[in-house]
Nanobody, 111 residues
Framework: QVQLVESGGGLVQPGGSLSLSCAAS?????MGWYRQPPGKQRELVAT???????TYADSVKGQFTISRDNAKNTMYLQMNSLKPEDTAVYYC????????WGQGTQVTVSS
C-alpha cells in the first residue's frame, strides 16, 4: 500500500503562481495530478512516467509544468498565470500495480 500526501495548496491572486508537491511512501510508476472544480467532475491535469514522459490536459498546456524526483518519490506541479477557473481541489494520483490517491489540496484563485 502506497500513501500519497499533497502539499502546497492555498489562496493566490489571478496571474499568480503556486507549486504543489506529492510525496509517495513507496515507489510509483506513473504519477499525475487531477483536479475537481466546485460542482464539477474530477478531471485529469497532467501525468508523468517514471522515465519523465509527460502529458497535459489542453487547458493547462504551457501554463502548468509537471515534474518528479524519483530519488525522493516526489512529484511536483508548477502552476503559473493562474486563473479563477483553475480553482479546484487538486489530487495526486499514482499507479503501481494498483491505483492510489492523495487526500487532495485546495487551490483557490481569487482577488
Amino acid at each position: 500500500q502506497v500513501q500519497l500526501v499533497e502539499s502546497g495548496g492555498g489562496l493566490v491572486q489571478p496571474g499568480g503562481s503556486l507549486s504543489l508537491s506529492c510525496a509517495a511512501s513507496g515507489s510509483i510508476n506513473t504519477m499525475g495530478w487531477y483536479r475537481q472544480p466546485p460542482g464539477k467532475q474530477r478531471e485529469l491535469v497532467a501525468t508523468i512516467t517514471r522515465g519523465g514522459t509527460t502529458t497535459y490536459a489542453d487547458s493547462v498546456k504551457g501554463q502548468f509544468t509537471i515534474s518528479r524526483d524519483n530519488a525522493k518519490n516526489t512529484m511536483y506541479l508548477q502552476m503559473n498565470s493562474l486563473k479563477p477557473e483553475d480553482t479546484a481541489v487538486y489530487y495526486c494520483w499514482g499507479r503501481f500495480l494498483s491505483e492510489y490517491w492523495g487526500q487532495g489540496t485546495q487551490v483557490t484563485v481569487s482577488s
